[in-house]
């Protein structure tokens, strides 16, 4: 079982940085990958980055590439995204995602999700 906790998340103008965190419970995080993705007011959610499980391979959304970095810190428990250069299309609820399985949760398929933690950029 793994329990995920996003914090990070705010009020930001256009043009500016965030950084999101998910904390993980449980002693297998470095196990899993991890993932970020979002939900926009009437839109479906959207895978946005991932890393696999030793933080090896990195792999992004192509409206987000450049901009936002994911990273994780296993002796922490913790995935990172780093995010900049917003832009208001950014504004969602960013959630964090855990699996085994990098390809699963690069498509969605996921085990674990936090509760998901809101960013806004006003246009």
């Known amino acids: 079982q793994v329990q995920l906790v996003e914090s ?7 043009g500016g940085s965030l950084r999101l965190s998910c904390a993980a419970s ?15 007011p009437g839109k479906e959610r959207e895978f946005v980055a991932a890393i696999t499980w030793g933080g090896g391979s990195t792999y992004y959304a192509d409206s987000v ?3 936002f970095t994911i990273s994780r810190d296993n002796a922490k428990n913790t995935v990172y995204l780093q995010m900049n250069s917003l832009k208001p299309e950014g504004t969602a609820v960013y959630y964090c995602a855990a699996d085994l399985n990098t390809r699963a949760l690069r ?17």
């Open 26 to 40: 449980g002693r297998t995080f470095s196990s899993y990958a991890m993932g970020w993705f979002r939900q926009a």
């Open 65 to 67: 590439k450049g901009r």
């Open 8 to 14: 990070g998340g705010g009020l930001v103008q256009a």
């Open 107 to 123: 498509a969605g398929t996921v085990r674990y999700w936090g509760q998901g933690t809101q960013v806004t950029v006003p246009s």
